[in-house]
């Protein structure tokens, strides 16, 4: 069994509103959500000692939400990830989107779902949030009713994700928090060991668009089938960091998509997900400018992020799943997080 409290986060300048917090709470884990972007703000774990940490970057007040920040722990959407040049066309129609990320648009543009108040809706075993996007934001067609929920079954932390539209749009809805096992404010990820299951990854241009090509994994830095140390990989093939799309299984079932592990701590999370891609990020922008919960530093590759999603800038790629959403369909994805000691 779950709890569920709720209590006031912070108030928004100006007027703009209160934002609540709710913490979930099983005898596994512990997670504090905000109604600012349905924000995921802190995710206690224990480790094989039974002692708790804090295991995803963020800020423990709303002030160091509403700065500029990369996104920790938010929902993104209407569309997650790069759309190239911030153009695409639907219908034969030209839409134009906000350049965020030169030369592209990304996670939404410049006010995205991250950047907003839902309203919320407690459950016996979790929270729903719900908002209306509408007609135009962000340059994007049609009204969108979107809802976020978070449920927490024992060791499992369950999101879901729906959307109706009122003219056909893209929608790409995933949860940007990211995770070090060994607590947060520890300096790296290298003792990680990550394993992802995908055959196949999506190789990307200089501005992070994908080319269009969809590469085997066998025989390069990304084949990720078998466990390895970060670290370690990093520096055995010369990479910056990761910041790539994995193709999963194109099944709309629930499947398996990733494991990490921290040895040290014995922390393990699995990823499964209905999801055709999960974006890997290893923090690679991070910088150590940002003061995060109990006085916390985030450099570079101080956390990772497991962004189940549809493949970046799909609408603009006939090759790559289909990301419109059409009046009279919903939009309907889970995530499955799971969290336990080995």
């Not at 219908?91 to 996670?107: M, V």
């Not at 196949?200 to 969809?214: F, K, N, Q």
Request: aromatic content about 10%; hydrophobic content about 35%; some cysteine.
């Amino acid at each position: 069994m779950a709890s569920v409290t709720r209590a006031v986060f912070g108030e928004l300048p100006s007027g703009g509103g209160t934002v609540e917090k709710f913490q979930l709470q099983s005898d596994l884990l512990r997670v504090d959500i905000i109604s600012w972007g349905c924000t995921i703000t802190a995710l206690e774990v224990k480790d094989r000692q039974g002692r708790a940490s804090d295991v995803v970057l963020g800020f423990a007040e709303l002030e160091g939400y509403l700065q500029k920040q990369p996104y920790f722990g938010a929902v993104i959407g209407r569309v997650a990830n790069r759309i190239a040049k911030g153009t695409f066309k639907v219908d034969g129609k030209e839409y134009h989107l906000a350049i965020n990320k030169e030369p592209n648009s990304l996670h939404g543009g410049v006010r995205g779902f991250d950047k907003v108040l839902w309203t919320p809706r407690v459950l016996s075993n979790g929270v729903q949030f719900s908002r209306i996007s509408p007609d135009g934001e962000e340059g994007y067609p049609g009204e969108l009713k979107v809802w976020v929920t978070y449920t927490l079954d024992g060791g499992e932390l369950i999101v879901n994700y729906r959307a109706q539209a009122s003219q056909a749009t893209p929608v790409n809805l995933t949860n940007h928090s990211y995770f070090n096992l060994a607590g947060q404010g520890s300096p790296n990820i290298y003792d990680h060991e990550v394993t992802i299951e995908a055959d196949t990854y999506l190789p990307v241009d200089e501005t992070l668009i994908p080319t269009g090509e969809v590469a085997p994994v066998q025989g390069t830095a990304f084949d990720l089938r078998k466990p390895v140390e970060l670290g370690k990989h990093l520096q055995d093939f010369h990479l910056n960091g990761f910041d790539h799309n994995f193709c999963l299984k194109g099944s709309k079932e629930k499947h398996f998509c990733a494991r990490v592990h921290h040895a040290a701590s014995g922390r393990v999370l699995e990823v499964y997900t209905t999801q055709p891609g999960v974006q890997f990020y290893t923090g690679n922008f991070l910088d150590g400018t940002l003061k995060g919960k109990n006085g916390a530093v985030y450099p570079k590759h101080s956390g990772f992020c497991l962004e189940t999603q549809n493949w970046p800038d799909a609408v603009n790629q006939p090759r790559f799943p289909p990301v419109l959403l059409r009046p009279g369909e919903e939009y309907d994805h889970t995530t499955w997080c799971k969290f336990s000691v080995a």
